[in-house]
């Protein structure tokens, strides 16, 4: 499988360049980012919607280091956790720091680093899980929160201590589920296309299987080819299979990519495309019919809001993750480009209520079968 990253470096947005040692047990210098703008997020836990407080929060101390597989503005994965952190870091008055471009074959020395460094490591991939785990145990009094979305913690098989919370959004096939009906619903040639980014059990279970299955919800008449790109971002490959995809009759593409070469390809082919992880319709609201958008800013208040307010540990007792969820919409469709109809708007919405009410249960399953 191929990993997130392949070096280290830091990014500082201070006007301030932060010298960098790079190796396993190597120190480097890392200077926090000034707090952003103060914004308002609503904190939830367990399903109870708590008011934001009127009055903005008092500076703390608090430093946060991001450990990142990429830059926190290009692509499209690193940019979702950065929009979190720049909303979150803003409202408690915390100063934070982009550590970028981590390799999985220095992330241990890396996240030991950030912990001997920040007062909180933010880690935004669960690639990191292991060296996080390690360095979590050796420093009980630094908080960690983790990315995740294989599964439920409590299935993993992984003991997470005390200091450390995961933000979960494994159930993130609903919204691809939501995705698929809707492609299912728009196609006109019932050809329907998926490009994966990393192939195996996870991708099939929270992308390539929701995502056919919710096409044959809508449209049982429809067909999907899917191509794996063994990659997060091959601009040229992806632009190769639209042609591919082109040739072969399919009008509508799900591209789980970090990058947008397949949709700006799509757009000069006449074909729609379904991207992921931020909303970038805006953009391309000729092209993209929709994002599903993963959006870790109320998970992470929650998990902010509990270190600044002396609560942390009773969180923690509650559980070990915070889910991202599509009754809060941290899982979300939120625009859709100028070809969806009113009709097709409508029927993702009360589709997705049916979906958090019980009444369509989403299959998961691991195995992909053509």
């Not at 903005?56 to 450990?67: A, D, E, F």
């Not at 503005?73 to 940019?79: N, V």
């Not at 050796?138 to 990315?147: K, N, S």
């Not at 993750?321 to 919405?349: C, Q």
Request: aromatic share 8%; with cysteine; charged share 20%.
């Amino acid at each position: 499988m191929e990993k997130k990253g392949i070096s280290t470096s830091v990014a500082v947005v201070i006007g301030l360049v932060v010298g960098l040692v790079i190796g396993a047990g190597a120190l480097y210098a890392m200077a926090p980012q000034a707090p952003a703008q103060t914004v308002t997020v609503t904190t939830t836990v367990t399903g109870t919607t708590t008011a934001p407080p009127t009055t903005t929060p008092t500076p703390s101390k608090l430093t946060m280091g991001v450990v990142m597989w990429w830059h926190h503005d290009e692509g499209t994965w690193s940019p979702s956790h950065a929009k979190a952190v720049e909303a979150v870091a803003g409202k408690y008055g915390i100063a934070y720091t982009w550590i970028e471009e981590t390799g999985i074959q220095n992330v241990e020395s890396v996240i030991e680093q950030a912990a001997s460094t920040y007062d909180i490591v933010y880690i935004e991939t669960d690639e990191f899980m292991e060296a996080a785990l390690n360095v979590a145990n050796r420093h009980p009094d630094v908080y960690f929160i983790q990315e995740w979305e294989a599964g439920p913690i409590a299935d993993s098989g992984l003991t997470v201590p005390n200091n450390m919370i995961c933000i979960n959004a494994a159930n993130v096939y609903q919204l691809h589920f939501i995705a698929g009906a809707v492609a299912g619903k728009m196609t006109e040639t019932n050809k329907l296309g998926l490009i994966i980014a990393i192939p195996g059990p996870r991708a099939n279970r929270t992308v390539a299987n929701p995502w056919r299955d919710g096409a044959l919800y809508s449209n049982p008449n429809v067909t999907v080819t899917r191509v794996d790109m063994n990659s997060y971002s091959d601009p040229a490959k992806a632009r190769d299979t639209i042609a591919s995809f082109s040739e072969a009759g399919i009008d509508i593409v799900f591209v789980n990519q970090d990058d947008f070469a397949a949709t700006l390809e799509a757009a000069v082919r006449g074909m729609y495309t379904f991207q992921e992880y931020i909303d970038m319709v805006q953009y391309y609201p000729d092209t993209l019919i929709g994002n599903c958008v993963w959006d870790w800013t109320r998970p992470l208040d929650v998990a902010v809001n509990a270190i600044v307010n002396g609560t942390w540990q009773s969180l923690r007792a509650q559980s070990a993750e915070i889910y991202l969820t599509l009754e809060h919409r941290d899982l979300d469709i939120p625009t859709w480009g100028n070809m969806v109809p009113d009709d097709v708007k409508s029927f993702a919405e009360q589709l997705r209520q049916d979906i958090i009410d019980g009444k369509v249960v989403v299959p998961e399953k691991t195995e992909w079968v053509d």
